[in-house]
């Protein structure tokens, strides 16, 4: 006798925000688009759909089709040290390059694909009329997400 499992069937969409550590602006224009097609390697590898990738110099946001297999933390903690690993073997930055430990997760419905898409793609436009900081606490606004005491980036500081 034999037991069948069910398929999975799963519509999770994902944006991922993380920064360089200290957010120093290291990401540079000459080697943006290199970091941009090994972290979409790196998602596609692990079995989820890469929808979207763009950022600034000091952070990036990833927007995913999550495969419910893997938690969203062990795909962005790969995601990050792969990435630090191949900027260190590129020699891409003469600065020391790390990413910051803390990252924002949010979840979309398909109804805002199109949307979140052109907002990642549209990063360097986006960022002449608003911070990082406000870009992100306007996120968590939207999320209702209460940091409370946590630190997700560095401007965030423990009351």
């Known amino acids: 006798m034999y037991i069948i499992m069910a398929d999975v069937f799963s519509q999770l969409y994902i944006h991922a ?4 550590k200290n ?3 290291l990401i540079l224009p000459e080697w943006e688009e290199s970091l941009y097609k090994y ?3 790196i998602v596609e590898t692990r079995g989820h759909k890469m929808l979207s990738i763009g950022g600034m110099p000091d952070h990036i946001h990833i927007f ?3 495969k419910p297999a893997e938690a969203i933390s062990d795909l962005v903690r ?5 990435t630090n690993d191949y900027i260190k073997e590129q020699g891409f930055s003469p600065y020391k390059f790390d990413w910051q430990a803390g990252y924002g997760a949010f979840s979309y419905s398909r109804s805002h694909m199109d949307t979140v898409c052109r907002y990642i793609l549209n990063q360097k436009v986006h960022h002449q009329k608003q911070t990082f900081e406000q870009e992100i606490s306007k996120m968590l606004e939207d999320f209702g997400v209460d940091i409370g005491k946590k630190k997700m980036f560095d401007f965030f500081l423990p009351a």
Request: net charge positive.
């Open 64 to 66: 995913f089709g999550l």
């Open 39 to 41: 972290t979409t390697g």
């Open 23 to 25: 957010r120093f602006s």
């Open 17 to 20: 925000v993380f920064a360089v």
């Open 78 to 82: 790969e995601i990050k040290n792969a």
